[in-house]
């Protein structure tokens, strides 16, 4: 009865514990939603009033990209981003001109190669795409904001602003992401090995080890994500990026020490599994900036077969003070590949980007002369759905599809009941603005483009256009053009020149088993060149997360048992390569 009790007071504590959590979580989208759309409003309208009315469109397209430059950390290379950054978006402005002012064989080459160019650099084999909003933003500019030439270089100097922009949101939202991202995920990484494995233990009962065995592989998987993005260049991370990932493998190899020491010793479970509870807190204290002192190798008094236990403590603890260490951060060890390698490694060839640039540059070329060539006004709509629903992977075109079509008829009905009703531009300009902002509490595709279908048709009917009749008309228009576009999107990418999954997965498999024979073998050698050690370790983690993704939905039965294979040779590389390195964990910066 007490038992029944106490776990019923349990129950209610987590209850209480998890609506607390999601009004937390609430109030956090509603201020972060809030001051977002805020901010957009005002740096429009501040930007038009520097740059001038014709340049508002750009004010809108870096509003976009901001946002969505932050599923990517460039925060570790300042200068050289905003370089990029200001090529690129100098190069959109001057290529958007020239398409719209050139004769039409020009005009296709330039764009062809404009497009061909973005989609390659901003498309990633095995980390999150962010080539959509250079593409949208690259057609908002020649449909949306074409210009004369005396006012490009307005134009130009505008689109240098939005670099400068970009990088400052960067530095004001994500300065500190390394730090709180290593903090966060390796707080999770010692959490579940103290409540999912030490705890566990000590009452007796383990449940699924597998299953938390797997958590701290996708936890370390996500921090060695992290560390990527921070890199200044390829083949150049810093010492403490090093140690970084040293302490997730580092824990990773702890719990699995942990699990095969107590299975082979479980007359010593006791004592060693408090000791390893107290070194853990340590490790969680010093990491939460609690503590400033982590112990010393007396201090860990271990014998016997806990010997190795202790070794792996004291690494971690090396590691972590390494990792937080002010001079490791901006010290990066010279790599000894060929300039040659180097350019190699950095444009990463890749089979399905180069396909699917050529692919698309090719389409939306094409499409934009015809629609330019036919003068269809509209004909924009029909150009943004084919860049949208143009993937890389042809699997994943039908779904978008099917969200894309529902969100027209869905933002389409409710675009008719709003612009029909209201007639007066301040009621259909706060409707547009209303679905803006709604925009921000949404995150599927479909939810998102039903409040774009609703903004787009309202600028349109906006000052002219009244009545169910006409407004109808125009919501028929814009379903037509994307009903045109998935025709066109469907046919080119799923049957004339489909790339698929599968293709692409027996790619990745391809280069996944080199990176692991590679690592492998360059922990045989005498002398490892560090940044390329490092740097193959994080490929292969990253081929590994693609592939799981890419297995798991197409159902690959066996791939799970090849891939924990590789783990196991990675991680006795690993170990062969801090043993073959004396030097390695007392290695100091002059």
Not at 117 to 142: D, G, K, N, R
Not at 250 to 262: A, H, K, N, R
Not at 272 to 290: P, T, V
Not at 466 to 487: E, K, N, Q
Request: include cysteine.
């Amino acid at each position: 009865m007490i038992h029944e009790s106490n776990k019923c007071r349990e129950e209610i504590c987590n209850l209480k514990k998890k609506i607390a959590d999601i009004k937390i979580s609430i109030q956090n989208k509603f201020q972060f939603s809030t001051l977002s759309f805020l901010f957009i409003i005002l740096y429009v309208n501040i930007f038009q009033l520097i740059f001038g009315k014709e340049n508002s469109i750009v004010g809108v397209i870096f509003t976009i990209m901001m946002s969505a430059s932050m599923v990517r950390d460039l925060t570790g290379a300042m200068l050289r981003h905003f370089f990029i950054q200001t090529v690129v978006l100098v190069w959109m402005a001057i290529s958007a001109y020239l398409v719209t002012t050139l004769p039409a064989v020009l005009s296709v080459f330039i764009n062809f190669l404009t497009l061909a160019v973005i989609l390659y650099a901003y498309t990633y084999e095995y980390a999150q795409h962010i080539y959509f909003p250079y593409i949208l933003s690259y057609l908002f500019l020649i449909f949306l904001g074409p210009i004369k030439l005396v006012q490009l270089p307005t134009r130009l100097l505008a689109m240098l602003a939005g670099a400068v922009s970009i990088l400052l949101y960067q530095w004001i939202m994500g300065r500190n992401r390394i730090i709180e991202t290593a903090r966060d995920i390796l707080s999770k990484m010692i959490d579940e090995i103290q409540n999912q494995i030490i705890k566990q233990l000590l009452n007796g009962t383990v449940n699924d080890v597998d299953a938390v065995n797997d958590n701290l592989h996708k936890e370390l998987s996500q921090l060695i994500a992290a560390v990527y993005d921070r890199r200044k260049k390829a083949l150049c991370i810093s010492e403490a990026s090093f140690s970084m990932i040293d302490v997730g493998r580092g824990l990773e190899s702890l719990s699995l020490s942990i699990q095969e020491y107590i299975k082979e010793n479980p007359e010593n479970e006791l004592e060693i599994l408090q000791k390893l509870n107290l070194q853990l807190q340590d490790f969680q204290r010093y990491i939460h900036q609690e503590t400033v002192e982590l112990p010393e190798t007396e201090d860990l008094q271990w014998q016997g077969a806990s010997a190795i236990l202790k070794h792996q403590l004291l690494y971690i603890s090396n590691r972590l003070k390494r990792m937080s260490d002010p001079k490791h951060k901006i010290h990066y060890r010279k790599t000894a590949m060929t300039l040659r390698t180097q350019l190699q490694i950095a444009l990463n060839y890749s089979p399905v980007r180069i396909v699917y640039a050529l692919r698309t540059a090719c389409l939306l070329a094409l499409a934009v002369q015809a629609v330019q060539a036919l003068h269809l006004t509209y004909g924009k709509w029909l150009l943004f759905t084919l860049a949208s629903l143009s993937l890389p992977y042809a699997d994943d075109i039908p779904a978008k599809i099917k969200k894309r079509l529902c969100a027209t008829l869905i933002g389409g009905f409710i675009s008719l009941l709003i612009y029909a009703a209201i007639p007066s531009i301040m009621g259909r300009t706060v409707a547009m603005m209303l679905s803006g902002y709604l925009s921000f509490y949404f995150t599927d595709y479909r939810d998102t483009f039903i409040c774009s279908t609703i903004g787009a048709l309202g600028g349109t009917v906006l000052l002219n256009v009244y009545g169910v009749v006409s407004v109808g008309y125009f919501v028929l228009i814009r379903l037509g053009y994307i009903l045109m576009g998935i025709m066109i999107a469907f046919i080119v990418n799923c049957i004339i020149s489909p790339y698929t999954r599968k293709q692409a997965t027996y790619q990745l498999w391809k280069k996944y088993h080199q990176v692991v024979e590679q690592l492998k073998y360059s922990c045989t050698r005498s002398q490892v060149d560090a940044q390329l050690y490092y740097s193959l370790v994080i490929q292969a983690f990253m081929l590994e997360t693609k592939l799981k993704e890419n297995t798991t939905k197409a159902d690959w039965a066996r791939s799970q048992e090849f891939l924990r294979e590789c783990q196991y040779t990675i991680r006795h590389a690993h170990r062969r390569f801090i043993k073959g390195n004396h030097n390695f964990l007392n290695y100091e910066i002059s």
